[in-house]
């Protein structure tokens, strides 16, 4: 068995970006969806998922991530991505997951790209 | 790509449980590494294989509980040179209707209450061909990436 995924978050003025470190299946993906919730519970509208730490994904996984896409959607707020892997972030576009979430190619593109969408 | 031989196979079986696609990703990727893939083609052949599992752990219900990965190397004998990285992903589950699979779209997936049924668009869209041969001797999954 892998160690399970394993989550930072950092709190800023009006952005959370959670970190992972690790594989997102079920569980991973559940472990996200709680910490996301819970910034949500806090008041944040902008969430960013830095997956630099994440090389590997599964479909259950992701279908998690849809889900905070879609709660994300119900509160008028966003989700966006950074440092996908080049497999994943083919992957969210076969899945047509770009549609509905920013994906940007590293951290500092993510808070430039998503500094100028809020102003 | 029906001129190609193989140059070399290898066959292992693995048990279905819970994160085994891990180990079963491993040996497809040393493979594929082994043949001068480049990294990213790599990495999808593991995402592809991690797919694969998943939905034999998932929707198999093997008897026997085991799965079999078939890995070879197909190419020119004459050079010697390969060319193509064939993986085989099987079980002798209970299989499924290949004609009733309704490819998922994020739109309505959105709106639905399931969100899952993503694995073989996932496995279409990073690999070259794929072919999925499912009847009441189980289901085989036929993936090949070319170098």
């Given at each position: 068995m892998t160690e399970g995924l394993k989550l930072k978050v950092e709190r800023r003025d009006g952005l959370a970006v959670i970190y992972t470190d690790g594989y997102i299946n079920n569980q991973g993906g559940e472990e996200i969806a709680e910490a996301a919730y819970g910034l949500l519970d806090e008041g944040f509208r902008t969430l960013l998922l830095n997956?630099?730490?994440?090389?590997i994904v599964n479909s259950i996984g992701i279908s998690i991530l849809i889900e905070i896409i879609e709660k994300m959607i119900e509160v008028e707020g966003r989700l966006s991505f950074c440092d996908l892997t080049p497999t994943i972030e083919k992957t969210f576009h076969i899945m047509g997951l770009a549609q509905y979430a920013s994906i940007f190619p590293d951290e500092q593109a993510a808070v430039t790209g998503l500094q100028a969408g809020a102003s | 790509m029906s001129e190609l031989g193989v140059l070399e196979e290898t066959h292992l079986t693995f048990r279905l449980a819970p994160e085994m696609e891990l180990e079963v990703r491993a040996c497809a990727c040393e493979m594929a590494k082994s043949i001068r893939m480049s990294t990213d083609k790599v990495e999808e052949v593991g995402m592809a294989v991690v797919e694969a599992c998943i939905n034999a752990i998932e929707h198999s219900r093997a008897a026997d509980g085991q799965l079999h990965l078939g890995l070879a190397v197909l190419g020119s004998a004459e050079a010697d040179e390969p060319r193509v990285l064939r993986i085989t992903i099987q079980d002798q589950g209970v299989g499924f209707d290949c004609s009733k699979l309704v490819p998922p779209r994020i739109e309505d997936n959105l709106k639905s209450i399931r969100k899952r049924g993503w694995g073989l668009k996932i496995i279409e869209g990073l690999m070259d061909e794929v072919n999925v041969l499912s009847g009441e001797g189980g289901t085989s999954v036929v993936m090949l990436k070319v170098l």
């Open positions: 997956l630099a730490g994440t090389k | -």
